[in-house]
């Protein structure tokens, strides 16, 4: 699957985005979806993980109540909403399918198989 994460920008400290990930190829709707995030000089890190049929959610606990995972199954498109966002929140943003649809859901990066290009949020203070 190609994945294309859109919507990142700058915004102020207590400001909003909402990120978006065009999935293309194989069925996406068959498949765990996830966000990650990568701030300058940091490792990669897990930031939210949906299931193929939305039923399941899982946030790392920096972001619990001010972000929420969503997707579209019918549009091919996964969402990040970022509210109350901190300065802390500044990273480039990834946007991951697991990779076999066998997983329920996915959070670790080994489970995941495709990537797409991340798309820049910058919060200023």
């Known amino acids: 699957v190609q994945l294309q994460a859109s919507g990142g920008g700058l915004v102020q400290a207590g400001g909003s985005l909402r990120l978006s990930c065009a999935a293309s190829?194989?069925?996406?709707?068959?498949?765990?979806m996830g966000w990650f995030r990568q701030a300058p000089g940091k490792e990669r890190e897990f930031v939210a993980a949906?299931?193929?049929?939305?039923?399941?959610?899982y946030y790392t606990n920096p972001v619990k109540g001010r972000f929420t995972i969503s997707r579209d199954n019918a549009k091919n498109t996964l969402y990040l909403q970022m509210n109350s966002l901190e300065p802390g929140d500044t990273a480039v943003y990834y946007c991951?399918?697991?990779?076999?649809?066998?997983?329920?859901?996915?959070?670790?990066?080994?489970?995941?198989?495709?990537w797409g290009r991340g798309t820049q949020v910058t919060v200023s203070s």
């Open positions: 991951a399918a697991a990779k076999s649809s066998a997983l329920v859901i996915a959070i670790g990066e080994d489970d995941f198989g495709s």
């Open positions: 190829g194989r069925t996406f709707r068959t498949y765990a």
């Open positions: 949906i299931s193929w049929s939305g039923g399941s959610i």
